[in-house]
Structures are given as structure tokens and as C-alpha cells.
């Protein structure tokens, strides 16, 4: 079965429907790419009929129509896992992750980044051409994950954007290594963490409201493959994903790599910016039962994200013909970890078949894994699919622990499947 066979064969569009239906008109103005006009005669619970089509003709800004829109204010959109099939993601595939509102004027000859902090040497300011002239460029394929990934898994419900699988990408970044520019400003020897500020504004409008402030400890700055990229796949970054400067943090919370980047600041303590603090990007330390409270000083940050898998082929509701072998496959990546093994199961998780799996391309890339099936009879199936990193932790089969937001579900992804 070739690509163009599945891309053909339906696929389970009901949540989608749902969520169109119940939708504000702000929302399906986001989705048409306009507001709607005459909205006030617009029947309740009708289906706008571009959005009936089956390739929407409206899109986000520079983004497929096949993305799913779970929010329009601020914009969040999800990757189908079909469409994340590439080694390397294109610009037009990867999610977006919007907690504010992007800027309104990106200027890429006029953008500035200054590197500042009480653990700076000196305040220092660079143009992208400075950074392009004075620092060697690199370019590394970086996976970069949401930690709310699969939240829409998790009873009782969180709050937030109900990602399903689609917050995860990995294309090829280009930049200059932080580490280099974090040198060439000084980095006093009490520094510990590393902080960014974006040009984004605050939903509220306030504009001494700061969107999110992030970062990472100082040891993973410092490492080769963290990036401040102007590029991803040798094109600009797309707007919505932080053109014209972003910082890169693969295999950790995407929430640390700032978009729209224009200041980084070295701390000489944990970075207090918001979002870092509170639930936000943090777990309980120790495991809880579903519901329970969790006073703040039992959270800790989370850093590298935990093994995953996603299965890109089949799409999911395919169906196949008897006695036919198809190929399965898909990415698997462990944060700052590799991926050891890749297996799939035909039968809910009773018996496993072990699938071929790549190196990655360089660390903290996302790697590949592929089998042959043929399934024994006529009727439904789902296709499980677990990896295992290096330390040997695989991913649950059902849930991870509950978390009061809904962070790091890595269970096994499944597809439905028909044979006839
Ligand atoms: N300036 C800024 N940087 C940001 C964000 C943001 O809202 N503003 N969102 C963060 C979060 S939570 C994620 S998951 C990633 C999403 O990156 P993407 O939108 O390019 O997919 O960007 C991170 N960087
Ligand atoms: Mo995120």
C-alpha cells in the first residue's frame, strides 16, 4: 500500500466536527481566514461549508490547511500525525503554540537580540547580521515537543489546549550556537539558568505584560545543538513560529526555545520570568492520584521530555485488503535521550513486533522506525506503537501519571485499522 492508497481511504473527521460545531464565530472566522460577514444571520450549529470541503481553502498565516485549530485566540494549531510522515518536518506542517499575540512588525534587518543579566559580563546588542558575521553558523535537526502534548488524554480533564498528538516537530535549524554568543558577552562564574524575552504581546493588551519569559540551567545552554536560529529547512522561519529570531532547546519542553527572541538574560539564580514558576511547566515531584492538589513548592520544573512515538503511516481509519502487507512506520525520540527501540502491537499490547529504528541524524533529533504487517483476519485492529530510550523506560500503554496540567502524556499511539 503506497501513500496515495491511504491518503484516499477515509478518515475519522467526528472530533473535528464537534469542535467546528460547538465553535464561537470568532473561532470559524480564524478558521476561514476572515471574519464572517452577515454573522449575525449565520444559523447556530451550521457547518461553514469551506470548512465542509475536504481540504479546507483558508488557512493560517503560511500554515497547511490540514493543521487543526484548537484555539484562535491566542492561535493554537495541531499537526495530524499523517502529515508529520517526512524525516524532517516542513515549515508549512510545523504546530503552533501561541501563549500571546504575535508582533505586529517583523523587521528582519531592524531586529535586534541583547544579552544582558547580573550574571552577564556586559550588556551586548547584535543585529542578525552581526550574529551571521561574527559566529559561525551550524545546522541540526531538532526535535522540539510541547509539554502539554496529549493533554486531551487526561481525567480528570486540564485546562489548556486540548492537544491531542500534533505538538511536536523536527526540522533542520540553522543559527549560531548560544554558547558562542553567551561567551562572547561573558558569563560570570556564578551563573546557574539562562532566560529569553520575545516580542509578543500579552492577550490582555497591556503592553508592560510580559507573554512568557522561560529558559534553561546554564549546562544545557551551553550545549552544541541549543541554537539562536534565523532559518528552518534553509527558508525563513515561518511568523508563526517565531520569525525572524527564535532560540532552538531540543529534547525539552518547547516552551524553552522563545520565539520572536530579543533578549536573553544570564541569571545568577533559577529564571523567575512568568511561566516558570506556579503549575506552569511543572509536575509534582512525586506521583498522585488523579485530582489531587499539590501545594507550588512540591512541583519541579520539568527539563527533558520523556521516550514517544508517533505512528505516520498508515493514517488512521485506513483499510486494507486481505493477505495484504503494508508497511508501519513513524519517529520515535526521548528528549535528551536516544531511542534504543521501537516496537508495534497488532493485539492491544499482548504480543509485540520489533521495528527497525535509525540513528538520529545528530543528537537530539527525532529517529525513524518501520515493519512489514499483514493482519491474520478480517475485521478492526489498532496499531500500538511503544519506544524504549537507552536507559531502557518505555512509554505506558494507557496513561503516565495524572498531572494537575496535563503535562508529558507519552502513552502509546494508536491508529485504527480495517482489513477486509
Ligand atoms: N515568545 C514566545 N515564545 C514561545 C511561546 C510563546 O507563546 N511566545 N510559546 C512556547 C511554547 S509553550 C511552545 S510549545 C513553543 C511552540 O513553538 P511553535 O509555535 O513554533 O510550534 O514555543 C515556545 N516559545
Ligand atoms: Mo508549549
Redesign the pocket.
Known sequence: MDKKDTDKIMTNDFPRREFIKNASLATLGTLLGGKIVFAESFPKGLIPEALLLEESPFTISGKNNGLIVLNDR?I?AETPPHLLDPNVTPNDI???????I?PKEVNVNKWTLTIEGESAEQTKTYTIADLKSKFKEYTYQLT??????GRSEFTPPAKGNQWTTG?V?CPNWTGVKLKDVLKDVGIKSNAVYIG?????THLSEDPTKV????GVPIEKAMEDEALIAWSMNGEE??Y???APL??VIGGW?????????SKIVIRDKVHDGP?MGGKS?RIPKNGIAPGTKVPDEDYEIIESMPVKSLITFPKTGAIVKANQEFEVRGHAWAGDLEVKAVDVSIDFGSSWISCSVTKPVNRLAWQHFSTKITLPESGYYEIWARATDIQGKSQPMVLPGWNPKGYLNNACHRIAIKRL
Open positions: 491566542p493554537n510545523m504546530f503552533v503554540r501561541n501563549n500571546g504575535p522540539l515537543e510541547c509539554g502539554g502534548n505538538a516537530a529569553y524575552y520575545g516580542k509578543d507573554v512568557i519569559s522561560r522561519i515561518p508563526m513560529n517565531g527564535r532560540l519542553p518547547a516552551s524553552t526555545s522563545g520565539k520572536w527572541l511561566k511547566y
